[in-house]
Nanobody
Framework: QVQLVESGGGLVQPGGSLRLSCAAS????????MGWYRQAPGKQRELVAY???????IYADSVKGRFTISRDNAKPTVYLQMNSLKPEDTAVYSCYAYLAQDYWGQGTQVTVSS
């Protein structure tokens, strides 16, 4: 079993930055994929970005050039640096990990508003 604990959400003004962190525990194996999804009110959950243990990354088109995903395999922890935030980035951001099955964190609220 893998447990995921997120931190770093909050309220930020448009154009601002936030950094999300997600710490994984419960497995001694390297987690092949870690990433972030988000769900805005009234919308379906969508992929934001994910990163493989090799370091290769995938981003949603809506966040390319603004968000950066990274990971520390030793901890293991995945990070999401979010810059140039827009009101449409407001959502609950959930950490995701894949190790033989899907694992989810409980989510952290990100609100972009003036």
């Amino acid at each position: 079993q893998v447990q995921l604990v997120e931190s770093g959400g909050g309220l930020v003004q448009p154009g601002g930055s936030l950094r999300l962190s997600c710490a994984a525990s419960g497995s001694s194996l390297r987690i092949p994929i870690m990433g972030w999804y988000r769900q805005a009110p009234g919308k379906q959950r969508e992929l934001v970005a994910y990163i493989r243990s090799s370091g290769s990354t995938i981003y949603a088109d809506s966040v390319k050039g603004r968000f950066t995903i990274s990971r520390d395999n030793a901890k293991p922890t995945v990070y999401l640096q979010m810059n140039s935030l827009k009101p449409e980035d407001t959502a609950v951001y959930s950490c995701y990990a894949y190790l033989a099955q899907d694992y989810w964190g409980q989510g952290t609220q990100v609100t972009v508003s003036s």
